[in-house]
Structures are given as C-alpha cells and as structure tokens.
C-alpha cells in the first residue's frame, strides 16, 4: 500500500510507530521511554484533533472532506470574482469538499437573472451552496416559484437569505407540504415567500406541527373575542411580524395568556397584546415577566392600573430583561426624566439609552426641554423623529404671530 492511499488513521498509527522507533528515548531507555513516547503523542493528537472544526452533519454523508483545497472550487470561485479570502476565513472548510458544483450553481442563478456580481456575493456569503446538486437546486427553484412572483423577486431573496434557498434536499417534502398547508390558509403569496426566507425551519419540520400551532393562534383568537372576519388578516398579519411564532409550543402561549389574565388584563386588551408587533407573547414565560413587572413597578412606584396601562402602550415591559431596563431607567433619570413622565410616555423604554441621549440633545439645539415639555417628541423611528425636529426648526426660525403682543415702535 502506498502511502497516498493511507487512510487518516493508518497514517497516525504509521507516523506514531516510525517515531517510536527513531526517537532517541525508544533506543536509550528500551521499554520505558516507549510507554513515554506514547504518552506525549498520544496527548498532542488529542490536543490537534480539539483544534479541528466539525463539520455539518447534514454535509458529511454527501461530500468528502480532503486535506488540501479542492483546486476546481478555488478556481471557478476565482472565475466568479468570488472573494476567496473570505470564504478561507469564515468557511475555509467548503473548499475541501469533493464533489462541489461551483459552476453548474452559479450558471443556475445566471439562468434566474442573477448579475455576475451578485452571483459572487452569494457564493462569498454561502459558500455551502456549491455543493448542492444541480437537480436540488433547480428542485428548490419550482418550489419557490410556486409561491414568488418573479424569478426576479427570486433572486432578491435568495442575495439576501441564501442559507434558506440552498437548504438539503432531505427537507423537500416538508417544504412542498407546508406550502401547500399555508397556501390553503389563503395567506397571500408575498407572506409564504417572506416566511420561508425569514423562518425557514418553519418550512422544514412536519406540516403537523405548524398546523397545531395555527390552530392553537385561531382557538386563542377565537376565544378572546376576534372576529372570524378578520381572521385571515390577524393571522396574516402576525405571521410575517414574527415569522418565528410557529416554532414555540402551543403550551408557552396558554400559559403566557393564562398569566395575563390572572394579571387584570381583560379579553380585549389580551386579544390586543397577541397581535402587537412580534407576537410577542409567543416569546415569553410567566416567570419572566413576573419579575419583569415586579421591577418595573417597584422602580417607577406606579399602581397595578397605571403599571397594566403602560403595559398596553408599550409591551417592551413584558419581554425587556431587568438589567436592559435598569439601564435605561437610570439613562432617562440622568437626563433629568421623571418617573412620572415615563409612567404618561413608557415607549420611551423602547429606545436604547445612546438613542435618547442623542435625540435629547438635538432637541436641545432647537430649544425644547424634554425635562418641562413631553417625551413624545423622543420617540418613533429615526424618520419620525427627523419629521419632529424640522417641526421644531421651522417653529424656532419662523415663530408664531401673537395678535395680543404689543407693537414695537421704531425709534
């Protein structure tokens, strides 16, 4: 047997012996510096095999890994104007593996409309793709276009989420069922599409799964008073906030509504938090917000009604952790914030403490004081609060006509 045809483990077992025999403590000390040979070889293999990264298991059985670059791989990623520095460095194992399908991916994409430039972002991004077979990517391009638009659109998606595009082909099945699950939802097409690229372990798993939660969302929706006219759009609608709201447990949401109710809050304003952004209350657990409540409230020393009020206005106080909230508590304090302010505008918890500070001295600059006027000029996005300060510049630089104030005269 030649020593190319070695496998990794009679390579170890023919380097350990040959160094056994020619090392100087094997021939001075016979058997004793034998056994102290072993010991240190046996520990520095243990020691390199630590420093080796695993593979992915859904790779290994359809790729071999090899101890120098596949120089096809390399070669047509060179050709693809791929940036190879970045691959060795954040997947170096990709350039390993054997087979790999470089250019029978990349003239897929080219068929979709994809540019020569954004076909190389996508390799640099997920260099895993090459190895997917032909026949599963072009298997995963009728899928997809079951439910996208356009190839165009397509090819958006998959620039943009390509580790959902280029998934094993082990979960086809349950991704042609789950669509055809949502599809029977009447749930508009655009929705599938970005649910499968935002969430597309939800697409993997059995369509049984999903279903039970669906079904678990409508009984609650049901149950606290929706109405079976809207349903399609609240379940529409919360799906592509919280794409991820399908993979919790049914239980987490009974018991999470559950703990609301004991708490005061009413079948309306429950229904109300359900379908706030994020569906949020598919993310917590009563023990977390029992402490999350208990603090916030200890804090601001406000009552359970205004403590349930601010709870409707802003939910951040159900799923903020304490020490996020501490941070922001004591931020607006330092700025000269009351409690009281926060209890009339608790969105302001909303925004991270450089945010406040910076929109406080913007606001500064065109004359008003968040520590006399109201936090609502703090608050919504980057573009909202944009709109607010060219508000405030136009009232500063062209001020109201008092008709009451008395004329000057000139002298």
Known sequence: MTHEKLT???ELS????RNIRSHPLTAA???QGCSSMLRLITSSLCLRCQRVPALPLNLRPCATLSSEENQQTVEALYDLSVDIQKVRQLKGWVLHQTPAYTREVAD????????GSVIARILALHPESVLCHPEQ???QRELWMSVCPSQRELVGIIEKFPASFFTSSSHHDSQRDNIAYFQSLNLNKRIVTKFMASAPQSFSRPVEQNQLMVQTLQQAYRELGGE???MKIWLQKLLSQNPFVLLKPPEVLRQNLLFLRDRGFSTVQLLRLLSKLRGFVTELNPDSMRHTLAFSQETMGCSDQELQDMVLSCPALLYYPEEILSERFNGLHGAGISMSQIIETPTVLELTTQIINYRIQRLKAYGYDVRTGSLQALNGTKKDFEVSCGKLQIRR????????APLRDED
């Open 29 to 31: 000390k016979g058997h």
């Open 397 to 404: 630089e062209r001020p109201m006509f008092n008709p009451v």
């Open 228 to 230: 079976e006219a809207n």
């Open 137 to 139: 990517v072009q298997a």
């Open 14 to 17: 023919f380097i350990t012996k």
């Open 108 to 115: 897929l994409l080219k068929d979709m409309g994809a540019s």
């Open 8 to 10: 990794v483990e009679e």
